[in-house]
């Protein structure tokens, strides 16, 4: 049985930093990634990693992460980590860790087949 199993959610205050993880089992993924949820938004891309190569592809939106979000992957722990820096009050929003059998650099949800829970990130101004 497939399982993505997110943890490393909370509060913390504008400026702070959290680490979200996300473990895998069931099968083998060549890309992982993360998606957010704010309240009453769509989904949206945030990040993706390849799994053979480590090929990272950070979101282009307009209140970009990059350079605030680091994604990674633990190879031997089949889990992949997203590090959240300087974080702002519009990073709230829930956090889905996402995966796909094939290599994507894609930002569309429905390019990914399987998906976490997700962990709520709450960043208080």
């Known amino acids: 049985q497939v399982q993505l199993v997110e943890s490393g959610g909370g509060v913390v205050q504008a400026g702070g930093s959290l680490r979200l993880s996300c473990a895998a089992s069931?099968?083998?993924?060549?890309?992982m990634g993360w998606f957010r949820q704010a309240p009453g938004k769509e989904r949206e891309f945030v990040a993706s990693i390849s799994w053979s190569g480590g090929r990272t592809t950070y979101t282009d939106s307009t209140d970009s992460v990059k350079g605030r979000f680091t994604i990674s992957r633990d190879s031997a722990k089949n889990t992949v980590n997203l590090q959240m820096n300087s974080l702002k009050a519009e990073d709230t929003a829930v956090y889905y860790c996402?995966?796909?059998?094939?290599?994507?650099?894609?930002?569309?949800?429905?390019?990914?087949?399987?998906w976490g829970q997700g962990t709520q990130v709450t960043v208080s101004s």
């Open positions: 069931g099968r083998t993924f060549r890309t």
């Open positions: 996402a995966a796909s059998s094939s290599f994507t650099r894609s930002t569309m949800s429905y390019e990914y087949a399987y």
